[in-house]
């Protein structure tokens, strides 16, 4: 370890379980530090920033956070900083969320200030608003002034440049962005930039050189507007490698700085130091350890003592190493520890100084948690051993006052109980019992067989050499068994628990734990209550996870071809609760007890247990490599995972799922008679539901078989086929079964399927779906059409505009967001338009129809059973058709012969087209346009006065009249009020009104004409009908 106590072992998660990544931290001004990073939502495929805070014994304090405030598609790549004020600013890579973009939409920068929880203040703020294309990789550095500066990389300027800007304390900007004033004129990459306490700015970039085709890494030294104040300093140009390198700087409290550069070529790393006043002390010089591999992204900070701690990350070797170099930049050969697990994929490694002077160091591992990668934090101590003032080299036992102290046993077998206060107790040789009693106590018991108590408080216990006993008690502790067989338990709290070396046991008891076995021998690992991650060793692990949601991973040196234990049988039990279960060797046993667990296949046994149990793909995790890119046949039914040609892996019992979406495993997967949830990842994978509601996802092929299955294409050439029972298909747009050379067969029963946009960028206008035919068209985007066979439903999601036809069947047809038209054509269909503007459209129809909203059983032809919801607007063709409406606000649009338009109630519009049409607006304020008529009289029929009132928003709107060949029937109205029986209307013309019941009349006024009834004698219109444009109208336009 870089340092000789550890502090907690943190996972750095949200709550997506998808892909997390760039995963960056500060420190805070408390101890402890602010992590942020991206992580997948699971469920949209879009990204968000989380934060977290950990205080300085690297234990969480509250939840995750989602900090991106304003959530487009894509948040990524975060940095933060806390500033002087002690406020927190966090910037971000977004996609789409751009305000004035400059050039293509793409990703843009932005920040947000919050306080040190992850609280917001105030808005988003955005960084780059002159630069164009995508704008990518920004880090933050906070300034002296108590400001900040931001610099990320643009893609395109021809070639990739390093943009800074300049913000003040209050996050206002000073000035615009600009670019880092580097050598030479090609395009720049790669920065690390800090600022020296003199104020300048020191970056090292990489440069272009085309004469040679390949990278040069310079450092260079600016003011802050990006000027260069000093000559740029090639690095490395000493070493003599065909790789250029990456450079990092890390700067010394006295302003003196050293760059660490790495050679994948010459499989070393070299550091060159700088003295505080920007000037070389030395070239670049190797560093000197011994590496399994090529080591590559190294990174470093000073410890307060001067010396440095430097982490590296290994080209094909498991997990990621640490050196520490004396304060003269020389390395003893012998200072190395690891970072990481020792799994296949770690990377990352990156150390972080801590204001009480702790160390912090982070990485992530790709392979250990269920469903994506997990970046790890761990905190390390250099605590001072205290005075041994009132010991002797005999048995001592001593109470200690209440005040806190540090204090250090001699030789002997002492028995030390700390006060009420924090103490550190070390106790040295012999066999020592130390009890921390209240406060957040230090124990260290030495070599020999030490009994360390930590009672009350949050406690850090170190076992060191010897078979140790450690019992953390109270609050969430850290038990650091060391060398020797140990027994460590946890008590209450979230505690962590490593045995350091030995066969160790370890129980975590009650609260949230984190129990880690040592490097190579067997261990016992209990997790007790609470949700527990548990971590073996190399050889063969007992680990139950107890009561809780757990994680459990077993022989976790990785996968058998990268030097994993092939004979570690690990024993693993979930216990009660949905858990994790993932490793082991040949013959292991994975058990997922109560609860519905996840369990990677493998060489062994794996048992679901109670509960809804599924099996995943070790692939990504440690045990996946033995089987990468080998095809599998999984058969739950038979209880078999095997080689595709037959050869046994292992065997499963009690598993009603199976997910291999993040795996990279080709498999034939065959579920039972009951209900299956089948996840395929691979483009040759193959899915049979066989019996039961299934639910199948993946490429290849896939097949429900009997049941009610759901099945989700993904990309490439799918074929998916519904079997027997009632299927919903689903596909992507733009992403998978519309390619043109898939098959979608509904099979059997009633099918429907729908179509997801998720991955539509606009690229896809509409999609046209036509079940008679069999046509699916993306439109704009791709022309080909795959087979569509035996499917009676379509709906289509979201914000995608659609045009689907149905069959001669009974058919659902059901649109998105946007403006859909639905053809249900013959039989009895169901068209749902969701939201927009859509149209339930009958122009294809043979023959007359007639759509009655009011009563549906009077529909006939074409329409007869059909039923609508969330439909705007009804067409009909060149038939005789009779469109008849409700109490909404119907619209109406027939096509080229005499149709009948019945508004009923409600603000109506109907739109007779060509030929000659009767309109029955009815009740409400109604707009009827009859349309191209060549000559023949559309006629606007009126049975009651009531059916059109008096003032604009009130009266019927006729937009097209024709004076002389449409005409308006008034025949059916009472005309006058004050007589018996009905009377007729007597037109009058223009002439006002006398005060004489039953006058019509016409009045032209603004643009429009105005048809007037007075039906009780007062002088005034009790009835009107207004006619778009200025007309002249006779007695022969009205039916009286």
Do not use: C
Request: hydrophobic share 35%.
């Amino acid at each position: 370890m870089p340092l000789p106590h550890t502090g907690f072992l943190s996972i750095v998660q949200g709550d997506y379980q998808g892909i997390r990544d760039e995963m960056n931290l500060t420190p805070l001004s408390d101890g402890g530090y602010f992590a942020t990073w991206h992580e997948a939502n699971s469920a949209t495929d879009a990204y968000d920033i989380y934060g977290q805070r950990f205080d300085a014994q690297g234990a969480p304090t509250g939840d995750p956070v989602i900090l991106n405030t304003e959530q487009t598609d894509f948040q990524r790549n975060p940095d933060v900083t806390q500033l002087a004020d002690g406020r927190l600013v966090v910037v971000w890579q977004s996609f789409g969320q751009e305000d004035g973009f400059i050039g293509t939409v793409g990703y843009g920068i932005f920040a947000q200030l919050y306080d040190v929880d992850g609280t917001p203040l105030g808005d988003p703020i955005q960084i780059n608003t002159q630069t164009r294309d995508d704008q990518i990789n920004p880090n933050i550095i906070p300034l002296l002034d108590g400001g900040f500066l931001v610099h990320w990389r643009e893609t395109d300027y021809p070639g990739p440049e390093i943009v800074l800007r300049r913000f003040d304390a209050n996050a206002d900007p000073v000035g615009d962005e600009f670019l880092l004033d580097h050598i030479g004129d090609g395009p720049s990459n790669m920065p690390s930039l800090v600022q020296a306490p003199d104020g300048r700015l020191l970056a090292t970039y990489q440069i272009f050189d085309a004469t040679i085709g390949n990278w040069d890494s310079y450092l260079g030294q600016f003011d802050l507007s990006g000027n260069s104040v000093m000559t740029p300093v090639l690095l490395g140009e000493n070493i003599q490698s065909s790789f250029n390198p990456t450079a990092h700087i890390t700067m010394a409290a006295d302003g003196s700085f050293v760059v660490t550069l790495d050679y994948t070529s010459v499989n070393d790393l070299y550091l060159m130091p700088f003295g505080a006043d920007g000037v070389a002390t030395g070239p670049a010089e190797p560093v000197g350890a011994t590496y399994a591999s090529p080591p590559f992204y190294p990174q470093s900070t000073f410890l307060p003592d001067g010396r440095l701690v430097l982490t590296y990350s290994q080209l094909f070797e498991s997990g990621s190493r640490g050196v520490i170099l004396d304060s003269d930049l020389t390395f003893d050969g012998t200072s190395y520890f690891d970072v990481s697990f020792g799994y296949e994929w770690e990377y990352g490694a990156r150390p972080t100084l801590l204001e009480g002077g702790a160390l912090v160091l982070q990485w992530w591992n790709d392979l250990i948690l269920d469903n994506a990668p997990a970046h790890f934090t761990q905190v390390f101590f250099d605590d001072p051993m205290g005075s041994a003032t009132g010991f002797t080299e005999g048995r001592d036992t001593i109470t200690l006052p209440d005040t806190g102290l540090n204090v250090a046993a001699l030789g002997g077998s002492d028995s030390v109980t700390g006060g009420a206060d924090s103490d550190t107790i070390w106790g040295e040789g012999a066999n020592d019992t130390l009890a921390g009693r209240g406060g957040d106590d230090v124990l260290d018991g030495g070599t020999g067989a030490d009994s360390l108590l930590g009672d009350a408080g949050s406690d850090r216990l170190y076992g060191a050499d010897g078979a140790d006993t450690l019992i953390g008690g109270d609050d969430g502790d850290v038990l650091d068994g060391g060398r020797g067989t140990d027994w460590l338990m946890g008590g209450d709290g979230a505690d962590f628990l490593t045995g350091g070396g030995g066969t160790d046991t370890l129980d975590g008891e009650a609260g949230d734990d984190t129990l880690l076995a040592s490097d190579t021998s067997g261990s016992t690992l209990s997790g007790g209550l609470g949700h527990d991650l548990l971590i073996g060793s190399t050889e063969a692990d007992m680990i139950d996870g107890g009561t809780g949601n757990d994680t459990l991973v077993g022989n976790r040196v990785g996968p058998l071809n990268m030097g994993g234990n092939e004979t570690a049988a690990d024993t693993l039990l979930g216990g009660d609760g949905d858990d994790f279960l993932s490793g082991g060797g040949a013959g292991a046993l994975l058990d997922g007890g109560a609860g519905n667990d996840r369990l990677t296949w493998g060489q062994g046994t794996v048992d679901g247990g109670a509960g809804e149990d599924t099996l995943i793909d070790p692939e990504n995790l440690d045990f996946g490599s033995e089987f990468r890119g080998t095809r599998v046949d999984i058969d739950l039914q038979a209880g078999t995972v095997d080689y595709y040609d037959g050869v046994p892996i292992g065997t499963i019992r009690n598993i009603e799922h199976v997910d291999l979406a993040l795996g990279d495993s080709a498999a034939d997967i065959s579920g039972t008679s009951g209900n299956n949830i089948l996840i395929g990842s691979n483009p040759y994978t193959n899915i049979n539901g066989r019996g039961g509601d299934d639910y199948l996802s993946g490429w290849g092929v896939l097949n429900g078989g009997g049941g009610n299955d759901t099945i989700e294409g993904r990309e490439r050439d799918d074929r998916l086929l519904g079997g027997a029972g009632d299927d919903v298909l689903i596909t992507q747009v733009r992403q998978d079964t519309l390619y043109g050379r898939d098959i979608i067969r509904g099979g059997d029963g009633f099918d429907l399927l729908v179509i997801d946009p998720v991955y539509n960028n606009g690229q896809v206008e509409y999609v046209e779906v036509n079940l008679a035919t069999g046509l699916i068209e993306e439109h704009g985007y791709w022309e080909e059409a795959p087979v569509l066979e035996e499917v009676e439903a379509v709906q289509v999601l979201g914000d995608l505009r659609a045009h689907l036809t149905g069959d001669a069947g009974d058919n659902l047809l059901v649109g998105g967001n946007l403006d859909d038209t639905l053809s249900g054509g013959a039989g009895a269909d169901a068209l749902i338009g969701g939201a927009g503007h859509d149209i339930a459209d009958y122009t294809s129809a043979t023959r007359s129809v007639r759509v009655d909203l009011q009563n549906a059983a009077l529909s006939y032809n074409d329409a007869a059973g059909d039923t609508f919801d969330g439909i705007e607007e009804f067409r009909t063709g060149d038939n005789i058709d009779q469109l008849r409406g409700d109490a909404s606000a119907n619209l109406f649009r027939t096509g080229g012969l005499s149709d009948r338009l019945y508004g009923r109630a409600g603000d109506d519009t109907l739109l007779g087209e060509a030929g000659a049409d009767a309109f029955y607006g009815g009740l409400g304020a109604d707009v009827m346009t009859g349309g191209d008529d060549a000559g023949r009289r559309d006629r606007f029929i009126y049975f009651n006065a009531s059916e059109s009132g008096v003032g604009d928003g009130n009266r019927d709107v006729i937009t097209d009249f024709v004076s002389g060949e449409d005409r308006i029937e008034l025949s059916r109205i009472d005309a006058d009020l004050t007589q018996g029986f009905k009377q007729a209307f007597q037109f009058i013309g223009d002439t006002a009104f006398s005060g004489t019941a039953g006058e019509l009349r016409f009045e032209q006024q603004g643009g429009i004409t105005l048809v007037q009834a007075d039906r009780d004698g007062d002088g005034a219109a009790d009835f009107e009908i207004e006619l778009t444009g200025t007309l002249t109208l006779t007695s022969t336009d009205f039916l009286i």
